[in-house]
């Protein structure tokens, strides 16, 4: 029996992963530079990796001034964003069949909370536990296990949504089952530890999806 559903926000809840390597390539372009999209899609869901996103630019153009067009392209892409296809199906059939909800991610709560808000769904979760709540972030199980025990729930009944392969690590080594919708950049991803692989979440009807759990 599926007592709780945790999912991930980034890349799972709203694309917002794509935005950063979209952002970076931009910036690049602006500067005459080629961005490598391959080398920024592969940390996608890291944290801590080594990753300089300017490698490439001439030195003559300021690191901050190279950061803050970055933010500004990865700002206005985002928020045009729609929240990903199945979320809102999903999330309403957990909320008709009782099914806990928790949101487990590798950014901070400035990040995830603010978006959240924004989309009209941060009501929808019990617990929203983010990297700075715990001692490591994904793919050490830590927000996943800090989650399971929020909601009062054990592993074996409940379900990982994820998007990145640290993600599905992290789910995986808290003992959950774990279904992965890869976004854009992390379809070429190969994830080894998924119960159930989807092209995108609207695939199946919620109630078929979790049947195969």
Not at 48 to 71: C, K, M, N, T, Y
Not at 138 to 146: G, I, N, S
Not at 185 to 190: E, G, S, V
Request: glycine content about 8%.
């Amino acid at each position: 029996m599926v007592a709780a559903l945790i999912l991930d926000f980034d890349g799972l809840i709203l694309d917002t992963e794509t935005p950063l390597v979209d952002a970076w390539e931009a910036v690049h372009a602006e500067v005459g530079s080629v961005f490598d999209r391959g080398r920024g899609e592969g940390i996608i869901g890291h944290v801590g990796v080594a990753f300089d996103p300017w490698e490439g630019i001439a030195l003559d153009h300021e690191r901050s001034d190279l950061e803050q067009r970055f933010l500004r392209h990865k700002n206005r892409i985002i928020v045009k964003q729609p929240i990903l296809p199945g979320i809102i199906d999903l999330l309403d059939h957990a909320r008709d069949h009782g099914i806990a909800l928790a949101v487990a991610s590798n950014s901070p709560h400035v990040h995830v909370d603010r978006h959240l808000d924004r989309l009209g769904l941060i009501d929808r979760f019990a617990a929203i536990v983010c990297r700075e709540d715990v001692p490591h972030g994904k793919p050490q199980p830590d927000v996943y296990l800090a989650a399971l025990e929020n909601l009062g729930v054990e592993a074996v009944h409940a379900v990982a949504f994820e998007d990145s392969v640290p993600g599905h690590q992290a789910a995986h080594a808290a003992g959950l089952r774990v279904a992965v919708i890869p976004n854009p950049c992390t379809r070429a991803h190969r994830f080894d530890h998924a119960h159930l692989q989807l092209d995108a979440l609207d695939q199946l009807s919620p109630t078929k999806l979790l049947a195969k759990f």
